[in-house]
């Protein structure tokens, strides 16, 4: 049975891995239909605002000159002016470049020595929310506008822009050409990670429509969510793209092509392992879009679009809510519940936080009792540890009778071999043989390995559980050794330097302790006929070796769960030999000696 166990261990890791090259090769993101082609842009110039509008120092828009020469458009302010706005939970920077957003950072989660940023720059400084006159193939809007904070959460960022004459697609008159504001309003909450952005369109009676090749304006989101990282992989960080829609959320396949929907939805959302930008669209059918084009600086981008549908009047006022924070259910069920300032109810936002498949219940019970035992002793590595202890008392029942089905297994042994010896020449007639001991003797096979299968699933949700959960990011275990279970621990840093071929830069002691408690493990498990055998002698070195280099550079709580689970198993097993060599002594000394299988002798042909 044991070697049967072993055999399983290295098939779940076959599966898991070979799932994702699967996934990878043969399941590529659909991809996108065709978009229309692009016509040509109608030329748009910033114009400034009545001279009642406060003038604030500015930067020139960089109109086309035929425009600002032959409408004589002043240039407008002329020097940048930055915006912070600062809550409890946030510290935001704005500028009126654009009106856009360039840092966003979270006051309660670190990134090495400073915030998590949500707006992550590359080599050059991020502008998150930008409106550009087109689809996503047109750069926005960079004209500097006019500022106007309404309050310490609210502000508003305003200016007009100027046709050229003869624009009709674009709305113009035909002849001299109009104008429009473009406004954009920021609102922040005190004690929340959402906020609110209004954009309004207003052209008066000087344009009849507004028409960017197909649309008014596509509103960006980029170029990648926080915190800073060096790869995207499973085990340290990710980018997943999911839009909810009637009730389901579903998952975007990303690559080198823009992934566009024209369904309408009640958000979409770019999800990392930890945090999580999320977009709710008011009611209008908009164009949604997402897209990792690179970015210099960041190895890979996550960005995020919407296209408004083409005004056929001169006016529109849109208002979005985003969502910029941590991927935990507590931060996002406010917004299930309805106790959040903007009164929003049963937006399933947690769902971009929960984990999918079938064994999502079953990771949601575990994760309820990490929280329980945290709250008892609030020390995540110690609720680990109980959790990992609550497992295997629960699960003690079918170790024990699997160990069982093994003890039977060997005792029937003997006349396993026999039927096999005497009906090695005829397949069919051993196996109605073993059938028949097996009925006789009451013993069922599958038995060994069912209490093993019904481990495994849990096994499973347990490494997702501790691999992914929010909380555990930042949280201590043992000071000075494993001060963050969501990052592997180090003693010893040779960082830049790092080993050749395996890309290691730090020494990590708990691989180390994991490799030992295995083969401990495997030492007290193995049967004295298994310890005969070379490949089992083989089997019993080869694994742990290869899970130490599995679990090298995967987060600590994991590690430390492993080790326990060892630990645990070890001791469980110590317990259950003891029990074993009872019962053995007694069958020993009560059953009789079993009478020999005699294989019925052949009959001439004639």
Known sequence: MEKRTLLAVVLSVIVITGFYII???????????????????????AVPPPQTAPVLTDTPFEAPAAAADEGGVDPGPAAEERVLVETDLLRVELTNAGGDVVSYKLKEHKDKDDFVDMVLPGSVEGHAFTVAFGKLNVQPVTSFFYVN?????????????????????????GGEGGRFRLTKRYTFRPKEYMFELSISLDGGYSVSSLNFSGVAYTLGFGPQIGPRFD????????????????????EEKVKDVPVIINSRVSWAAIVGKYFTFIAIPDATQYELAFSTKPEPGLPVASRFYMSRPALNGSRAADTYRFYLGPKSQNALGIYDNGNNSFNLREMDLSKAASTSGILAPLETVLKWFLSVFYRLIPNYGIAIILVTLLVKLLLFPLTKKGSEATLRMQTLSPKIKEIQTKYKDNAAQMNAKMAELYKSEGYNPLSGCFPMLIQFPIFIAMYNLFNNHFDLR????????????????????FAPYQLPFLGWSDIRLLPFIYVGSQLLYGKITQTPDQQANSQMKMMLYVM??????????????????????????????????KYLAKKRAAMGTQSPSPAPVIAPKRKKRR
């Open 23 to 45: 996934q990878a090769v043969f399941f590529p993101p659909p991809m996108p239909p065709a978009a229309e082609p692009i016509a040509a842009q109608p030329p748009v110039t």
């Open 149 to 173: 904070r309404i309050d310490g959460y609210t502000v508003e960022f305003y200016r007009d822009f100027a046709l050229a004459s003869g624009g009709a697609e674009a709305g113009g008159t």
């Open 231 to 250: 790869k995207l992989d499973q085990r340290y960080d990710y980018r997943s793209y999911y839009v909810y829609a009637n009730g389901k959320r579903r």
């Open 474 to 493: 930042g949280a201590m275990f043992i000071p000075g050794w494993i001060p963050d279970l969501s990052v592997p621990e180090s003693v010893f840093s």
């Open 544 to 577: 742990p070796v290869m899970f130490f280099f599995i679990l090298y550079n995967v987060p600590s709580g994991l590690t430390v769960y492993w080790i326990m689970s060892n630990l645990l198993s070890l001791i469980q097993q110590l317990l259950i030999n």
